[in-house]
C-alpha cells in the first residue's frame, strides 16, 4: 500500500483484512471509528464534536466537524468546538453568532503519518481481535473432540492446524504412545486447555484424556447421545487398555451391546482410533461385589473381603495372572474403576495341609506375625500364595526380613 492511499483504499483493504479472520461487520465498523477517532483526537485534541459516517459496502468514509460560532474577540475562540465569526463567514456568509458550523474534514488533510499511523492500528487491532477471539472459542470448547489436520511433526509436539488455518497443539505428553503422525493427515483429540504465552493463546489438545474416550463412546454409539446409556466412569493406561463402565436408564436397551455394536462394529472403530487399545465395557452396578467381579474380568473369583479402604480377592492358581493382566494393568484399572486398592491371593485347596502363621512363633518375630494377621495372613499358604514385591509394599517389612521370613514357611513344606 503506498502511503497517499486514500480512505476508500484504507478501508477496502481493512474490511477484506477482517473478513479473511472472520471478524464480524459491526466489530469491523467499531474498529473503524475507534482508530478515526484516535486520529481526531491527535490533531484536534478533542472529538466529542465530530460525527463520523462509514459506509462499508462503499468504502466511503466523512467526517464532520461541528462548532459554535462565538465573536471574533471571544476569549472562548481558542476552544476546539468554537469557530470565530469571521472564519465561519468563509464558509457561508450569512452565519451568525450561535449558530453552529458543520465542517466536513478531508482525510488527506490528517497528513501521511497519520494516515500511516492509523493503518498500522487497524490491522494491529484486528490481530489482537483475533487473538482473543481464538482463546474464546477454544476456551468453550474445553472437553470436546476436535478435528484437525497434521501441519508440523517436531520433536516435542505435533502442530496441528484447524478448519480456519489456527495453529494447535498436540505435546507429546498428551499423545498415545504408538501414536505416529503425518503431515496432512487428519488426527482426533480433545482440546484440554487454553493458555496465554504472553498475549497469544496457546489451544493444547489431548488424545490420552478419558475425556477424548468418552466423546468417542458418544460418537460412535446413538444410545450414549441420546442419553438411553449413561457412562459412569472411564479409566485408562492410553494405548494399551481401557475399562469403561455403562448402566442403562431403560431395561429394555443392554449398555455393554449397545456399546460394543453389532459384531463389535461400533467398539472397533474406537480401538483402531486409540491405535490398538483393548477396552473393556462394564455393566455398572451398585452392588460393589459384583462390581469388583465384573471389574476383574476376564479373571473369576472365588471369594472377596472387604478389609477398609482395601479389597482382597481370592482366586483359583490358574486366574490370578488373569487378575493381575499383563504388566498388572488389569488389577491397576479395576483398582481405579471401584477407587479402592484390590489385592489379588490365591486361593487355597482346603484338601492341601496347611500351618497356622502362629506355629512359627518360636523362629518368627511376634511383631511380624502381628503384621501378617493384619492382612489376614494366618497361615503359611497363605503368605506364600503372594510374591514377596506384593508383601514388601503392603508392609513396613524389609526385603532381607521377606526373604528370611519365605524361607522359614517354605522349609515346612519341602517334604
Known sequence: MEV???????????ADFARSKNIDRPTVIRILEDVFRAMIRKKFEIDDNFDIIINLDEGDLQIWRSREIVDDDSEDIWDNDKISLSEA???????????????????????????????HALFQKVKDLEKDVLYNKYAQLIGEMISAE?????????????????????????????????????VRAIVHKVELQGS???????????????????????????????????????????????????????????????????????????????????????????????????????????????????????????????????????????????????????????VSIEEFADEVEGWIIAELKKLGLDSAKSVLAITKEDLERRTDLERESIDALYSVLSREFED
Open 200 to 354: 497469544i493463546p496457546k489451544v493444547i489438545l489431548s488424545r490420552n484424556s478419558s475425556v477424548l474416550l468418552e466423546r468417542l463412546f458418544e460418537n460412535e454409539v446413538p444410545e450414549i447421545a441420546e442419553g438411553l446409556i449413561t457412562i459412569k466412569k472411564i479409566v485408562r493406561e492410553p494405548g494399551e487398555r481401557a475399562k469403561v463402565a455403562v448402566e442403562s436408564c431403560d431395561d429394555r436397551v443392554d449398555p455393554v451391546g449397545a456399546c460394543v455394536g453389532m459384531k463389535g462394529a461400533r467398539i472397533h472403530s474406537i480401538v483402531r482410533e486409540l491405535q490398538g487399545e483393548n477396552i473393556d465395557v462394564i455393566n455398572y452396578t451398585d452392588n460393589l461385589d459384583l462390581y469388583i467381579a465384573r471389574a476383574l474380568n476376564p479373571a473369576k473369583l472365588s471369594s472377596i473381603q472387604h478389609k477398609g479402604d482395601r479389597i482382597a480377592v481370592y482366586l483359583k492358581p490358574e486366574q490370578v495372572a488373569l487378575a493381575i493382566g499383563r504388566g498388572g494393568q488389569n488389577i491397576k484399572l479395576a483398582s481405579r474403576l471401584i477407587g479402592k486398592e484390590i489385592d489379588v491371593y490365591r486361593e487355597l485347596n482346603a484338601q492341601e495341609d496347611d
Open 150 to 186: 497434521v501441519y508440523q511433526v517436531l520433536n516435542r509436539e505435533v502442530i496441528l492446524l484447524d478448519d480456519e488455518k489456527n495453529e494447535l497443539t498436540l505435546p507429546n505428553s498428551e499423545q498415545i504412545p504408538k501414536d505416529r503422525f503425518r503431515k496432512g493427515a487428519r
Open 4 to 14: 497517499t492511499m486514500d480512505s476508500k483504499k484504507l478501508i477496502e483493504l481493512f
Open 89 to 119: 463567514r468563509k464558509l457561508e456568509q450569512d452565519f451568525e453568532i450561535g449558530e453552529e458550523v458543520a465542517e466536513e474534514i478531508e482525510f488527506g488533510s490528517f497528513g501521511r503519518r497519520a494516515i500511516m499511523v492509523a493503518k
